[in-house]
């Protein structure tokens, strides 16, 4: 009978599955008209994706001299703008849609831009510095000042008086904090402390991580298409990023960050593409699975863990950025040469001018390496907007090696209560907190409930926090984060974002629900078949208008090439939910006669119910009328937004 009735069910899921390829072409159409849009408004502000308007924006910007502190932030809140526009872009676009030319020139501008930027703030920062003596404290005789904005914290202390007695200092509006060697205290530096509330020093393959892709194929293409493109677009993209990453930046000094950026041709991808056709040819069930359906996953689920190319790190002090990731922004800490001071002469203000621009002072001595050196304090005040649940790891940027590393690093006190972190450090560095990008998995249970006309609520709770996470039509929002029966992070709650948007301002705040590619070899997971996991979500996003889906205990049970969940309709948004538990294995759909409550797990029928291909079918021999309609009529972006989270969530394995 399931075989009879297979080809007319896989017709009528055809049928609904066309709504993913509607809302792949309005994303395009999207992308299309605010191109469009950007282009009537003439504004003055460049199309980040026009290599002829970025570069022209850079230049004007970088022949602009002497502009104080206010006046870049200002501007540099514009370049974080375009600098995001990219970002999105690359992790938005679906593989078909973007060049390898392309991915290259956005990657090349995001890091343009970011190498300006800090430039300017350098420059500002000279500009600042010449200036000092104007603006002396009255108790210390030094010059402080604290300006800042929602991106940037610029924290700045210049040592006039060079007394000992003024060694240490803490910066009252930021809570921030130095205690300097002898050394330093008499001579003529400067200390600032800028803290970027965003992160361009971590290589760009971290800050561009993709949500799983993709490709829609009509079903007689399959085959061929699993032949001649077995490569995915993601790992193409992934090691353009480390090549790219390997031309990026730091440190303090403006001759100290690269500008010549190279992006090389991938030569390999003809070699890694035969490696994965013969990786393919042992796993025949990717064809065969290929050729039954509609969809081929070209995604780190089907093929990333048969394909895993990451280095091994053998060095115990360098971050392993897989695990670990930087949260609450970098600290880019340095004592700066104290630049010659401006002199009032009658009605002239007269400077020094110096070739070399803002200049590093060396600490520990160079001549001395040999030597011991008193160690520099820092205190810093950690932000409100990000949660830490356990003490963060403090590491610095390596710019040789392109590497967060944890020595030179000691002392650490992290006050729990106050937010606040004490540590020496044996030079001045540019400084990161991480945090395990895996505390939040495996999640301890996840629900998702239709609450409306294309409306639904998706709750994931995990050991430390519950979020939720609404959705309508074509968006979602952060509804609230609960850490121990507290309301946390209003900072981005209640506002209407993408599916895209929305996993980096929670990662940015430290709270993690998104697994990465390698996430399995960090967290235990319960390990699903990619055709039983992705026809899930597919299925479970095509029906989510109307029913209700929830984690199951049975999920672990049913072994690798079956998935188990609970499902309820769910017209109402105060209705008692009334659950059965469904088994899929991405071919074949049953309703189980277990409860969550049984003693053992049995694959055992409900009785009165049979097969079906599909989850759609199986839901419909007892679903009301009014829920298949619903089903029916649902927006193809509702349905899409919430396969975007499922995927991006891969609720199936790490719960």
């Known amino acids: 009978q399931d075989q009879e009735r297979r080809e007319s069910e896989l017709a009528e899921l055809y049928s609904l599955e066309q709504k993913f390829l509607s809302a792949q072409q309005w994303k395009t159409d999207y992308r299309a008209h605010a191109k469009w849009e950007h282009y009537l408004s003439c504004d003055g502000s460049p199309d980040p994706t026009v290599l002829k308007e970025i570069n022209t924006f850079m230049s004007l910007w970088r022949e602009e ?36 030319k392309e991915t290259a020139q956005y990657q090349e501008s995001i890091l343009a831009l970011q190498n300006l930027l800090h430039q300017k703030y350098n420059g500002a920062t000279e500009h600042l510095l010449k200036t000092a003596n104007m603006c002396e404290d009255s108790d210390s005789g030094n010059m402080q000042a604290v ?17 000992v007695r003024f060694k240490n200092h803490v910066f009252c509006d930021a809570q921030h904090g130095f205690d300097l060697p002898k050394s330093l205290a008499v001579s003529s530096v400067a200390v600032r402390i800028l803290h970027t509330h965003y992160d361009h020093i971590s290589p760009l393959w971290l800050r561009c991580q993709s949500v799983p892709k993709l490709e829609v194929l009509a079903s007689k293409e399959l085959t061929q298409h699993s032949k001649d493109n077995v490569e995915e677009p993601e790992e193409e993209e992934k090691k353009a990023r480390e090549e790219s990453s390997m031309a990026t930046e730091e440190e303090m000094c403006s001759d100290g960050r690269k500008s010549d950026l190279s992006f090389k041709e991938n030569s390999n991808s003809i070699t890694d593409a035969n490696e994965m056709e013969e990786e393919t040819e042992k796993k025949p069930e990717i064809l065969d699975i290929a050729s039954q359906g509609i969809w081929l996953v070209q995604d780190p689920l089907m093929q990333g863990e048969t394909n895993e190319k990451e280095e091994v790190i053998t060095d115990e002090h360098v971050v392993d950025l897989q695990q670990f990731v930087p949260v609450g922004g970098v600290y880019h800490i340095a004592v700066l040469q104290l630049p010659p001071q401006v002199k009032q002469v009658k009605d002239w203000s007269m400077v ?15 001549e001395a ?7 520099i304090q820092i205190t810093l005040k950690l932000s409100d907007d990000v949660m830490y649940f356990e003490d963060p790891v403090i590491a610095r940027w390596d710019p ?33 907190l991480l945090q395990d990008a895996h505390l939040n998995m495996p999640y301890q249970a996840w629900e998702l409930q239709p609450t409306g006309t294309d409306e639904a609520l998706l709750t994931v709770t995990t050991v430390f926090a519950t979020i939720q996470i609404q959705v309508k039509d074509n968006q979602c929002m952060l509804s609230s984060v609960v850490v121990e029966e507290k309301d946390v992070l209003s900072h981005i709650t209640g506002k209407w974002t993408s599916p ?3 996993r980096a301002v929670l990662k940015k705040a430290g709270v993690n629900i998104f697994p990465g590619e390698y996430s399995h070899k960090y967290v235990s997971v319960n390990k699903k078949a990619p055709l039983a996991e992705v026809r899930a ?24 090439e079956q998935v188990v969940f609970k499902v309820s309709e769910h017209l109402k948004a105060d209705s008692v939910k009334d659950w059965s538990l469904y088994m899929f294995n991405g071919q074949k759909a049953q309703k189980l006669k277990i409860t969550e ?5 049995s694959e055992e029928l409900e009785e009165d119910s049979e097969f079906h291909s599909t989850l759609y079918h199986m839901l419909k021999d007892s679903a009301s009328t009014a829920a298949i309609e619903k089903v029916e009529t649902a927006s193809f972006l509702f349905i899409d937004v919430i396969y975007q989270l499922f995927l991006a969530t891969r609720l199936l394995t790490y719960s």
Request: hydrophobic residues 40%; contains cysteine; aromatic residues 12%.
């Open 400 to 432: 040789a090696g392109q590497q967060w590393r944890t020595d030179g690093i000691g002392n650490i006190t992290y006050e729990t209560q106050e937010k606040s972190i004490t540590f020496e450090m044996d030079a001045f560095y540019t400084v990161a």
């Open 500 to 502: 895209v948007a929305l």
């Open 147 to 163: 300006i800042k904005d929602k991106n940037v914290t610029f924290c700045i202390w210049a040592n006039l008086k060079k007394k």
């Open 352 to 366: 020094e001018l110096l070739d070399g621009g803002l200049e590093a002072y060396s600490y520990p001595p160079e």
């Open 369 to 375: 390496e040999d030597a011991t050196h008193p160690p």
């Open 597 to 601: 409550t049984s003693e053992a797990f």
């Open 537 to 560: 979500y597919q299925q479970m996003a095509l029906v989510a208008s109307a029913f209700a889906f929830a984690w199951s205990k049975w999920n672990l049970e049913a072994g690798q």
């Open 65 to 100: 001299q002497n502009e104080d502190v206010q006046l870049v932030m200002q501007k540099g809140e514009q370049v974080l703008i375009l600098i995001e526009k990219l970002q999105f872009l690359l992790l938005d676009t679906s593989p078909n849609e973007i060049t390898e």
